[in-house]
């Protein structure tokens, strides 16, 4: 019963993230884009870069840096016409432990 209730668990947690993912995922390739060159973004990039760096994946308790980096690039590609910058964003953040 208990594995049932965690395997339930999981899944909505993992459908509600998605949601929010796909509602921020532009926003958070604009600001992160920005940091890739430098910039703050200021105030309003806020949310939208811990949206970003909020995406972890663990494997046996550790950050698992790999599956990490590569939900962070399925994030951003929910944005249309983002594979062209998503991957500079990517490759300059991916081993940033961040929040």
Excluded: W
Excluded at 25 to 41: D, N, R
Aim: charged share 20%; hydrophobic share 35%.
């Amino acid at each position: 019963m208990k594995k049932a209730l965690s395997f339930l668990l999981a899944i909505l947690l993992g459908l509600s993230a998605t949601t929010v993912a796909s509602a921020s995922s532009c926003e958070s390739l604009i600001c992160m884009a920005g940091k890739v060159q430098g910039q703050s973004g200021g105030d309003d990039c806020n949310q939208a870069i811990k949206d970003f760096f909020s995406i972890k994946r663990y494997h046996h308790g550790h950050l698992d840096l790999g599956p990490t980096s590569d939900a962070r690039r399925q994030f951003l590609d929910q944005c249309p016409g983002s594979q062209q910058n998503a991957g500079s964003v990517d490759e300059n953040h991916q081993s940033v432990r961040h929040g």
